[in-house]
């Protein structure tokens, strides 16, 4: 079983096929007929709570699921730009033709893909990461979008529950990199909406679900002392240890986020710096620990020799994660990165 998602997801990585498209012009009278896999696309419905429009694949064999969740993948567009095509087309493509693509038609699961923009002008505003600066937004059509990405999920959940696709409340969360890390602050703010997710390429430094360590505090988006303060959302630690969490770095990752002004401000990453460490691989060294330290229930992989991406083999463990993870318990797997000394947290 192991060599074929590796095969399959080698294939979608050199090109595999697009799903056909269908723009969603009324949910209300629209009728799924799933003949074949079938990307949808909704418009931004502000009445229902998001000021975006979202992507919507749903494979033609996701009536075969044993397990029926919504998979959400936060949109990564890679930059910046005021042209929202630029982040429309980006989002499709994540929807119809990616790695994450093929994760949901492995599992049989609908994915849903928000287009979120990550503007230009106002460049410090990194909204694919969910950072501070993006909270704190208070203007339309930006503001909270972590909330939108919820509307957007009861939005997607009606739908499909109207189509005879039962999924479940709760939903599966992928990502990598800047979608990661999205994925990653996103199950600390919402956790009784997610029941596992999988977040990769996080710059060597997951946020902390905690308010100090050792002393020193820990702001948003390093960790969530100042939580309360930019959301009004007092954390849930009870729904949080209730995720099951997958997060993993390249062991040649150097994607170094703190060095970039619109991902850390200069405070938060001095502080990252002090704190943690700053070296990419004494740093995740570091978070692994501090996650172990605070009793999280996170399996945190290191994939020796890779860098910053994706390769098959991680579609693969991410498939197995979710797939071990579809009930109620919190369950690791053995993933393909050496020994679970080098490779497990908990």
């Not at 997610?194 to 988006?221: C, D, M």
């Not at 040649?252 to 938060?268: K, P, Q």
């Not at 579609?315 to 000394?341: C, L, M, Q, T, Y």
Request: a negative charge.
């Amino acid at each position: 079983m192991a060599t074929t998602l590796l095969t399959l997801f080698a294939v979608l990585v050199a090109q595999g096929p697009e799903s056909p498209f269908v723009s969603v012009e009324d949910p209300d009278t629209f009728l799924l007929a799933l003949t074949e896999d079938v990307t949808l696309r909704f418009e931004a419905d502000c009445e229902a709570g998001f000021h975006f429009p979202y992507y919507l694949s749903v494979p033609r064999s996701v009536e075969e699921s044993d397990a029926l969740f919504l998979l959400v993948e936060p949109n990564n567009t890679g930059s910046v730009s005021d042209d929202f095509e630029v982040h429309d087309r980006s989002a499709r493509k994540l929807a119809s033709q990616s790695y994450v693509r093929q994760i949901a038609a492995e599992l049989s699961l609908p994915l849903l893909v928000p287009v979120f923009p990550r503007p230009e002008m106002n460049w410090k505003n990194y909204t694919h990461a969910l950072d501070e600066d993006t909270l704190r937004i208070d203007s339309d059509p930006l503001k909270r979008i972590d909330l939108q990405l919820l509307a957007m999920i009861a939005h997607a959940q009606e739908f499909l529950w109207g189509n005879g696709i039962e999924v479940e409340e709760k939903v599966f969360l992928d990502g990598f990199s800047a979608s990661g890390t999205f994925c990653n602050r996103f199950a600390i703010l919402h956790p009784q909406a997610v029941r596992a997710v999988a977040s990769g390429g996080v710059n060597s430094i997951p946020t902390f679900p905690t308010e100090q360590w050792r002393g020193t505090k820990l702001p948003y988006p390093v960790g969530i002392e100042d939580l309360k303060e930019i959301t009004g959302i007092e954390f849930d630690e009870e729904a949080y240890r209730k995720v099951s969490q997958f997060i993993y770095m390249g062991g040649d990752d150097r994607n170094d986020t703190t060095l970039f002004r619109d991902a850390f401000t200069v405070e938060h990453a001095e502080l990252i710096h002090e704190t943690i460490g700053k070296e990419m691989p004494k740093r995740w060294e570091m978070s692994r620990s501090i996650y172990a330290e605070l009793r999280i229930p996170a399996q945190m992989v290191t994939y020796h020799g890779v860098g910053h991406t994706v390769r098959p083999e991680m579609g693969a463990d991410i498939v197995a994660f979710f797939r071990a993870n579809s009930g109620e318990e919190i369950v690791a797997i053995e993933p393909h990165a050496g020994s679970p000394e080098q490779a497990k947290s908990h």
